[in-house]
């Protein structure tokens, strides 16, 4: 029985993992008037924050994945502009995978990220780095 417990909690927790990831990388794609967050008003075009989630719904749409996903999208349209945002991921992993260091763009995220939003990142980076292995 205890096997079948360790299964059934790994299945759950690569079940979490691949819809965080999932999640991250749509919010990041996407630009934000598409965000839920812009349609209740909370962040304007650039992802600025127009005004405080109150309620249980605006709260939801601006939760702390999405939160992240708006700090790194704000910095990442600021260099590339958000009509390229898959393009520069996909250059970004091929770089990151050739040792070429983007010395400014990290620079600003670190100042940007707090530190439990950095090990989110990284754990969503190394998750992507191991599905390309694994395909």
Known sequence: MKKFKELHEVTLTQTAINYLTYKFIILLKDKFVDWEAYKMGLIDEKGEIVQKPKSTKEKAALDGLTNLVRKIK??????????????????????????????NLEQEINEELNEDEIKELKFI???????DLVK
């Not at 980076?125 to 599905?131: A, E, G, M, P, T």
């Open 74 to 103: 704000k910095i990442l349209v600021k260099y590339i502009g958000d009509s390229k945002m898959l393009s520069i991921l996909i250059t970004a992993y091929l770089m990151k995978s050739e040792q070429y260091s983007i010395l």
């Open 125 to 131: 980076l190394l998750k992507i780095d191991y599905d």
